[in-house]
């Protein structure tokens, strides 16, 4: 049986890319000198350091077990062991304030619902597999997640809900786990699961009449109301569209975009260049579909098809966004330089009506070169 202390490593051995420290002579070192290492490690490795500290020596987990719950990152397939440990100790929930959810590999992405390996955490064996024949161990999991969302009001669409939780479906817990940490204030995403979200279909479970995921978008937009900001990471698998374009249009994957309408609370947007897909989206572009309180911002890996994606924003931005005030753009490149190809246009030509359009608008545009920051391309 797996003990509750080595369950929280477990799920924080999922977070770390760092190797796992695995010096034998750190498992004879006193607590205060361990203590003394982790309280010193830099702020932004403090994380990893614990973690790879805990491994090796499980006395610290006891000492930094709070702390260690504050910022879990962890794949969609091993959201329900996280969720077991912060239902039975709500205290937990309480501490976490950033959760980042990570790609789950393409061969996971068709089978998650189906080919769960029989395993235990806690007093729990979490068997998933067959929705019309779940094991009881899922199915006292299933309402006890059911039993905490109702506890919080969430009533809608409960079949589905309940349907997606037997059925091991790596999504749900996600929600559930949006739901159970009422303190959450970051939220990164894969770009494989932000395209879940605008597409809340059971891959394998479409012929079974169970096809929708209400828990998806509505998890963020319903039961995730402290999320502040939220991020959109890159993914190498595929574009997701975050642009709302015609029907007519080429889609690669749905004509819905990603609606976000509904994260009132959300002020700080992050999201990669190449979610607005191509050039052919902009010309059937209507309006990105993003929460309507953003204060700024950010897209990353910027491409020339982000500052086209920023003209066209910009016209309805005040309107449909007025708290906005700071739009970043960051770049890998160093310098501006002209665009090469078919599209042969001056980009920063295209980045200084951008900018002027913006000024005119009482908005602030950030062009970001490898960390040297610009606010007008005169100055580049």
Known sequence: MTSSKSISLQVQSNITTTAPLNVPNLLRLPDELLVQVAQRSDETERQASLCNLSLVNRRLSAVFKEELYCAPSLKPDHAHQLVVQLLDQPRLAQKVTKLEILDTSPEKVQTRAWDWDRKEWNDVEFQGGDIFNPSDATLKLAFKCWDALSSRGIVDHSWRWIAG?????????????????????????????????????????????ISLRPYMVYSLNKIAPSIEEFQLAPNPYGQLGLVEHNASDIDFWSFKSLDLRGMTSVRHLTFPSSALGGLSQIAGFVSPRFPPNLHSLRITDCQLIAICFLKAFLFRAPQRHPRLRVIEAAFREERIGLVTGSESMNREAEMQIVSKTAKAQGLKVRWNFQGRSVTWCEDV
């Open 165 to 209: 939780l037997q059925a091991g479906d790596s999504y749900a817990y996600v929600s559930v786990l949006l739901a159970i940490t009422p303190k959450l204030k970051r939220l990164t995403v894969s770009n494989q699961y932000a395209k879940a979200l605008a597409k809340p279909r059971f891959t394998l479970h479409e012929t079974l009449g």
